[in-house]
């Protein structure tokens, strides 16, 4: 029978330190609720005593969540401990989280103390906290770089003063997996009373190691892992929710379970980068965009033929609608022949798709990118003359101390339709007039501008992703006016609502 680990997650208060990243209350308010869908177990709401907004914080997410503990952070200080328990008077289930650094580094240079008074504070701190609730964890800051003999002493002193959650964390991120393994294990073994508490890891990733240490951590007996969304926090982030929780799912032989809903991660991934302003590297793990791409054409072919063979998971697992096959120059003639049965272009004539195929090649050694646009071009189909939805025109009125107006003319499978509009810039401006053409519920998603060429008579190339309907469409547009390329984009996503799905 598998064992339970469960998930708590810091993305509102260790994940927020991030320079830039700061949330207000409602959007605070927002992402806890999709940690609850998500499934966590342990929502850490902020640290009441820094300031009146994360006071208020603690207190609103204390109303809004349900299920899920929601935890506040303190210092081993007694007015800290009095704001958290008076923030978290609402919550359902709560949680004390109090602690003292315990390496040399901090007891020499931070607090200017001994290991005796060190051990004396914690214990101080449990004990108070426990008076106001329950369910206290105790954090032993840098306990990476604490010497695990001290550790010990420590863990077994809050313990028997009624902690129940011992937070191990890698503060600096500076231990190497086996390390931080051996660090838990040593804790696991030497510490009297230890089954009485759930030992909880805390990594950074200062040296790239978080989720190594984490999984270090819960193989040799820790039962809980503080992560967030995307691994975002202090310096060089923390532990990845999504790396835990997808690692778990692959790997069923550690025979240990989460409660997370995993067709929740992207989605997730998505509102707290969106809302904190921080993109996600195309890389990452899980959650970047490229982590479900193909572009070289033995995977494409593989993956064509089967998933199984360049996927260890299901897109739709994570929230995706499916794995991404993106034309390059190493792109094989099956990633070009499944490209073109998408786009409704059948080949049969083999001597045909390596015309094609050729073509295609040459193109692909000029352009980072090869666009739908370009493929329906190498196989002698226009696919704007195809398009139920044309720009007939567009005029725009804009300029400095003025609001911008925007014209439009659009033909719908030849029917004329006319709109005019104000926005904020002339770009918005055009999107709100073609909004009122096409009466459709759409959220633009993604909007990025790229110069082709160089000079004043550049051509700029928009991508943009436009939302609809519980589906994110793709569009490109190109012109030497950026405003027309930006209503092309739109116009190109339009046409794919019914054809790409």
């Not at 800290?80 to 004390?96: M, P, Q, T």
């Not at 002193?157 to 040593?186: F, H, M, Q, R, S």
């Not at 060429?453 to 994110?472: A, C, L, W």
């Amino acid at each position: 029978m598998s064992e339970r680990l469960f998930i708590f997650d810091t993305t509102l208060r260790d994940g927020e330190q991030v320079p830039g990243c700061q949330l207000n209350t409602v959007e605070k308010i927002e992402v806890a609720k999709q940690l609850e869908r998500l499934g966590v177990d342990v929502i850490e709401a902020g640290f009441p005593v820094s300031s009146p907004g994360d006071f208020n914080s603690v207190v609103e997410i204390s109303k809004a969540v349900t299920w899920p503990a929601v935890c506040a952070l303190t210092r081993a200080v007694e007015k800290d401990i009095d704001a958290a328990a008076e923030a978290l008077s609402h919550a359902k289930r709560k949680r004390i989280h109090t602690g003292i650094g315990t390496s040399d580094q901090h007891i020499r240079y931070k607090f200017n103390s001994t290991r005796e008074e060190i051990i004396e504070r914690a214990v101080a701190a449990v004990k108070y906290a426990k008076r106001y609730v329950e369910d206290v964890e105790f954090y032993a800051e840098d306990a990476g770089r604490t010497d695990n003999e001290y550790l010990a002493r420590v863990v077994e002193a809050v313990i028997k003063a009624g902690a129940t959650v011992v937070n191990i964390p890698d503060t600096t991120g500076y231990c190497l997996p086996w390390e931080y393994g051996a660090k838990i294990k040593y804790l696991m073994e030497h510490v009297e009373g230890i089954d009485r508490a759930v030992i909880s890891t805390h990594c950074h990733n200062d040296l790239g190691m978080a989720t190594a240490n984490t999984l270090a951590g819960i193989t040799n007996g820790a039962r809980q892992v503080e992560v967030t969304v995307n691994g975002i926090g202090e310096r060089a982030g923390n532990t990845s929710l999504e790396e835990i929780a997808m690692i778990l799912k692959c790997h069923k032989g550690l025979g240990i379970d989460t409660n997370v809903n995993t067709a929740w991660i992207c989605p997730a991934s998505r509102m707290v980068s969106s809302l904190m302003n921080m993109p996600v590297q195309a890389n990452k793990a899980i959650v970047g965009r490229n982590a479900f791409a193909h572009s070289s054409g033995i995977h494409q072919d593989g993956v064509l033929k089967n998933a199984d063979t360049y996927e260890i998971i299901n897109p739709k697992d994570v929230g995706l609608d499916d794995s991404s096959i993106v034309l390059t120059a190493r792109s094989g003639r099956a990633a070009l022949r499944h490209r073109l049965g998408v786009l409704g272009v059948k080949i049969t004539d083999e001597g045909r798709l390596d015309d094609i195929y050729r073509n295609f090649l040459k193109l692909a050694d000029r352009k980072k990118e090869i666009h739908d646009d370009d493929i329906l071009m190498l196989a002698g189909t226009d696919r704007a003359g195809a398009h139920a939805v044309k720009l007939d025109f567009l005029q725009v009125t804009t300029g400095m101390g003025v609001r911008s107006v925007a014209s439009i003319g659009i033909d719908i499978s030849g029917q004329k339709f006319e709109e005019a509009s104000t926005g904020n810039g002339p770009v918005d401006a055009a999107i709100r007039a073609l909004k009122k053409i096409i009466q459709k519920r759409m959220t633009l998603k993604e909007f990025t501008i790229q110069a082709i060429s160089k000079g004043s008579d550049d051509v700029g190339k928009v991508h943009m992703q436009v939302e609809y309907d519980g589906n994110v469409y793709y569009g490109f547009g190109a012109n030497t006016d950026i405003v027309t390329a930006s209503v092309e984009a739109y116009i190109d996503c339009i046409n794919k609502f019914k054809t790409d799905r």
